[in-house]
């Protein structure tokens, strides 16, 4: 697994938790899931220990964003269930209760390590994530952990993504080895491809692979507006006798295209004053710290036994030395 070194790392919370508590069929003594919170508990570490950060930041869903439910009320409804990598015949423990006290749990955990969790009400960690890795934190290394490409937007020279499905590290070239496109463009292709994951519709018949091709400048580092793809779509077919459906429908689907990258676009116009306000008092409040024997005793009282906790203590115990050196 490769991780660069990096400043600051930001985990997409709920993204990842899901991940482990799909995959990881672990139980405690007592018979309960514990696979997702102590699986994000390893993985965590395991960055932490590679990348070498002096800041540790999980975001955590607060509830979804009810500003772009007003946008499109269909938004991210009809997300299919988590399906579980295990099976257990006509017996399945596996409940909405046990997933929320596994992020129950893991919350607990980490609050016992190094790492300060940013939990803001009505908002989604897409937007805590953006607002800190694009604003409060743009002078330095980011590493954003997170499977979902929506992050793929804030990849800079300073901002990258390691994607956990896979153990790579994702930036620019990346983007535009899979997409023929620079992330500085992606978040507009996606406004008009569309995001079926979040019940996003986009133009008809448009993907990213006939955008890059009949749209050359996307392959180009300079950013596009939507006006800039509405005009150039218009001229083609103004140009051309017959010319191809592609063009007229995405000269035709402003609305919509400007509608997707409100909803899609990871900025503080989704992130209101008072919320940047809250998040910024959560980071300057937080001191780095370690409760080794707190965190034993929680492990020991939720019966999960037979785990190698100095292995994650010796991934975190450098954070805590690189921040009480920097705050000097």
């Known amino acids: 697994m490769y991780v660069q070194k990096s400043d600051v790392i930001l985990v997409d919370g709920y993204n990842i938790l899901l991940r482990h508590y799909a995959a990881n069929p672990m139980m405690n003594a007592n018979g309960a899931h514990v696979g997702g919170a102590i699986g994000m508990l390893r993985a965590v570490a395991k960055i932490v220990g590679i990348a070498g950060?002096?800041?540790?930041?999980?975001?955590?869903?607060?509830?979804?964003?009810?500003?772009?439910?007003?946008?499109?009320?269909?938004?991210?409804?009809?997300?299919?269930?988590?399906?579980?990598?295990?099976?257990?015949?006509?017996?399945?423990?596996?409940t909405s209760e046990?997933?929320?006290?596994?992020?129950?749990?893991?919350?607990?955990?980490?609050?016992?390590?190094?790492?300060?969790?940013?939990?803001?009400?009505?908002?989604?960690?897409?937007?805590?994530?953006?607002?800190?890795?694009?604003?409060?934190?743009?002078?330095?290394?980011?590493?954003?952990?997170?499977?979902d490409k929506d992050f793929w937007q804030l990849i800079n020279d300073n901002t990258h993504i390691f994607r956990p499905t896979k153990k790579v590290m994702v930036g620019a070239a990346d983007v535009h080895s899979e997409y023929g496109m620079f992330p500085n463009n992606f978040c507009l292709a996606k406004a008009i491809v569309g995001d079926g994951s979040d019940n996003i519709g986009g133009v008809q018949g448009v993907g990213f692979k006939s955008l890059v091709k009949r749209i050359t400048p996307f392959a180009n580092h300079e950013t596009l507006a939507v006006n800039d793809i509405i005009k150039l779509c218009q001229a083609e077919c103004d140009a051309r006798k017959n010319p191809p459906k592609f063009y007229s429908r995405i000269a035709e689907s402003r609305e919509l295209i400007e509608r997707n990258m409100k909803l899609m676009e990871l900025d503080v116009h989704m992130f209101l004053p008072s919320e940047i306000k809250k998040t910024n008092g959560i980071i300057d409040a937080y001191v780095p710290a370690l409760n080794k024997i707190k965190?034993?005793?929680?492990?020991?009282?939720e019966g999960i036994l037979n785990f190698d906790i100095h292995a994650i203590l010796r991934s975190y115990m450098p954070v805590v030395l690189r921040s009480k050196k920097k705050t000097r």
């Open 295 to 301: 965190l034993i005793k929680l492990l020991e009282r």
């Open 98 to 147: 046990n997933l929320d006290y596994q992020v129950a749990l893991v919350v607990q955990l980490f609050h016992l390590l190094p790492v300060c969790q940013v939990y803001v009400e009505g908002c989604e960690a897409d937007d805590v994530i953006g607002y800190l890795a694009k604003y409060r934190f743009r002078d330095e290394k980011v590493t954003i952990v997170s499977s």
């Open 53 to 94: 950060p002096t800041k540790v930041v999980i975001a955590w869903e607060g509830g979804g964003s009810a500003r772009r439910r007003k946008i499109l009320p269909e938004y991210k409804q009809n997300r299919r269930p988590v399906k579980l990598n295990r099976f257990y015949g006509d017996d399945i423990p596996d």
